[in-house]
């Protein structure tokens, strides 16, 4: 069980904006174990308006491009108006409980998140990754996506548990998850 003074620890480092914060975690898929700093707190919404501009300057390649752009257009936009998108398929499924983190309503398993800054591997993946066979829609979207260098897809979501998170540093403390 997580304690609730960690969670006091990270909603207060983040009061006064965003903060880096620094973890070790090994990932539950593939189990690879990588060092992360993240920018903890940073709003998601600001992310979601610079991709759109990023978007909309973005001229397709072929009919396929202009289909993804207009859906990629149409979900931005509802995101940006409506705070999630109806294609979102996790909407209902986090509770938030502070800036940069969110609790799973099944699994009552806590979250942190924010906007990547880097990632060093520490330890080589011990599952291998599967297979993805992707429409050619959602290859045109990647692929707009890369082109746009989208600040969104830099977020990543980290569980909070002492199985993958063994201590966050933030603000020069150390955060133990127990």
Same mark, same amino acid.
Request: contains cysteine.
């Given at each position: 069980?997580?304690?609730?003074? =960690?969670?006091? @620890?990270?909603?207060?480092?983040?009061?006064?904006?965003?903060?880096?914060? &620094?973890?070790?975690?090994?990932?539950?898929?593939?189990?690879?174990? &990588? +060092?992360?700093?993240?920018?903890?707190?940073?709003?998601?919404?600001? /992310?979601?308006?610079?991709?759109?501009?990023? %978007? *909309?300057?973005?001229?397709?390649?072929? /009919?396929?491009?202009?289909? /993804?752009?207009?859906?990629? !257009?149409?979900? !931005?936009?509802?995101? %940006? $108006?409506?705070?999630?998108?109806?294609?979102?398929?996790?909407?209902? +499924?986090?509770?938030?409980?502070?800036?940069?983190?969110?609790?799973?309503?099944?699994?009552?398993?806590?979250?942190?998140?924010?906007?990547?800054?880097?990632? *060093?591997?520490? /330890?080589?993946?011990?599952?291998?990754?599967?297979?993805?066979? &992707?429409?050619?829609? $959602?290859? =045109? @979207?990647? =692929?707009?996506?890369?082109?746009?260098?989208? +600040?969104?897809?830099?977020?990543?979501?980290?569980? %909070?548990?002492?199985?993958?998170? =063994?201590?966050?540093?933030?603000?020069?403390?150390?955060? *133990?998850?127990?």
């Amino acid at each position: 069980m997580i304690k609730i003074n =960690a969670i006091d @620890k990270l909603r207060a480092s983040t009061e006064n904006g965003c903060r880096y914060i &620094s973890f070790l975690y090994t990932t539950k898929g593939t189990g690879e174990t &990588s +060092k992360y700093q993240i920018n903890f707190g940073v709003d998601y919404h600001n /992310a979601c308006s610079q991709d759109k501009i990023a %978007l *909309e300057s973005y001229i397709p390649q072929n /009919a396929l491009e202009v289909t /993804a752009k207009d859906e990629m !257009l149409q979900s !931005l936009t509802e995101t %940006l $108006t409506e705070g999630v998108s109806s294609s979102y398929t996790n909407a209902d +499924k986090f509770v938030s409980i502070g800036k940069g983190m969110r609790q799973h309503v099944e699994t009552n398993e806590l979250y942190v998140w924010g906007f990547i800054q880097s990632k *060093e591997q520490v /330890a080589p993946p011990t599952n291998p990754k599967k297979p993805v066979n &992707s429409r050619p829609l $959602t290859l =045109a @979207k990647k =692929a707009i996506e890369k082109a746009c260098d989208f +600040k969104r897809l830099k977020f990543g979501q980290f569980i %909070l548990n002492p199985e993958h998170i =063994a201590g966050i540093v933030t603000c020069g403390d150390h955060v *133990e998850i127990q």
